[in-house]
């Protein structure tokens, strides 16, 4: 069970099986297919390594801006609310997820949504949010498996579709889908964007930056900059006692610098190993396609499309991370039982994502519209189903995700209407 649940939540090892099989049925040499899935896995593991650095950084900023700005509440970040769930259901949680990666198999071969979802991370939080939603009706282990692991590998399939014209906009081609658990949101982005479809050539790409602001042009300064400034506003805000504390040895002042310029290293890192891995993947799938699920393709994660229009992936991060900010205060003055606090990791790639979308239809007015909706929807729609999580035992933090929230949501009401 631990071998299984390890393997289908390590996309790494997954694509290079997926990569390895590809590249088999191709009938290529010994050394290519060696190669090539040695490739996949360490182009993956790159990727990781870039990922993994940004968020670190990321939540840094999260302790310094909430103790900055004495905001308390429940922290909208998957990460924490899954390792709560896992102690208490992670049988359930376990093969929920192995179930959902099958079924997602056999709805890409028997329907009409040819996509597999390669994410992993996101299956387990999904997971996560169905055995939960399940379990809080009192259904049995063996239930809430197979009505969880077949709607898992049912939206895995069915999901990515809704993304799927936009993604043809924005990488030119039909070779991949996106696979990441906000793609109602995405698509909604993209929706929104075509509000400024008079506009959709004036992309976020091709702003014509003052004299002064010319190093916007170059994508990993522009962030740099970006990332410095807030980093500095959180710290400054915090205190010197409180990033002293993140910071070690490091002098306060000098942390908040490290920190920008560690994530605009750890984005590089990023986009360096997606190109490696998506190359190899791709191809590899061709064959997979052909001999075993017909008209297949895969659904990968978010960063994918990042180098497609990075600057888009900064102005959605700033327009959805405001919003979630925005929400912050529409809570507070309206007396809300719970207030949702965003995490600056999820509005990166999820606001960011959203940039991407929007600016494909509607330019940059489309990406800062696009995202700013999405950043409202990760801080208001958890409010629907935390009620259910907090009697479940899993308080203090939340699944932010579109998706999760939307499908559950619907699940809930659904099940509390046959109960």
């Known amino acids: 069970m631990n071998f299984l649940v390890s393997l289908l939540s390590n996309p790494a090892i997954l694509l290079a099986i997926v990569s390895c099989i590809g590249l088999v049925a191709q009938h290529k040499k010994g050394t290519e297919v060696l190669t090539g899935t040695f490739r996949t896995a360490i182009g993956f593991l790159i990727f990781g390594v870039g990922a993994t650095t940004m968020t670190g950084t990321l939540q840094n900023f999260n302790v310094m801006f909430q103790k900055g700005f004495h905001l308390t509440g429940v922290i909208a970040s998957p990460e924490a609310a899954t390792a709560l769930a896992q102690g208490k259901y992670g049988f359930v949680v376990s093969v929920t997820l192995i179930m959902g990666f099958i079924m997602n198999l056999v709805f890409a071969r028997i329907t009409p949504f040819k996509n597999v979802f390669f994410t992993g991370g996101h299956s387990l939080f999904f997971a996560c949010v169905l055995a939960l939603i399940l379990k809080s009706y009192g259904y049995s282990n063996t239930i809430a498996i197979i009505i969880g692991g077949t709607l898992l590998g049912f939206v895995s399939a069915a999901l990515p579709q809704l993304c799927q014209p936009f993604m043809r906009k924005i990488t030119g081609g039909d070779f991949q889908a996106i696979g990441h658990f906000n793609m109602i949101g995405y698509a909604l982005s993209g929706l929104l964007g075509g509000v400024f479809k008079k506009h959709k050539d004036e992309t976020t ?153 929007g600016n494909s239809t509607g330019g940059w007015r489309g990406a800062v519209l696009g995202s700013f909706v999405v950043g409202l929807l990760l801080a208001f729609l958890p409010l629907l189903l935390y009620p259910t999580f907090a009697g479940m035992g899993i308080t203090g933090s939340t699944f932010p995700n579109v998706d999760y929230n939307v499908i559950g949501s619907l699940l809930n009401w659904f099940l509390g209407l046959i109960h």
Request: aromatic content about 14%.
């Open 205 to 357: 790409e091709n702003i014509n930056f003052p004299q002064w602001l010319s190093f916007f042009k170059d994508f990993l300064m522009g962030v740099a900059v970006v990332m410095l400034i807030i980093f500095y506003v959180a710290a400054i805000a915090a205190g010197k006692t409180v990033v002293q504390k993140l910071a070690g040895t490091t002098d306060w002042l000098v942390f908040p610098m490290i920190q920008a310029l560690t994530f605009t290293a750890g984005i590089s890192i990023l986009m360096t190993g997606v190109r490696m891995f998506l190359a190899e993947i791709t191809a590899a799938f061709v064959a997979i396609s052909e001999k075993f699920i017909p008209g297949s393709r895969p659904a990968l994660d978010v960063p994918t499309i990042f180098p497609f229009a990075p600057t888009a992936v900064l102005v959605g991060f700033l327009s959805s991370y405001v919003a979630g900010l925005l929400a912050i205060v529409v809570m507070v003055f309206m007396k809300f039982p719970i207030v949702i606090i965003p995490a600056a990791h999820i509005c990166f790639f999820s606001g960011g994502t959203a940039g991407v979308f």
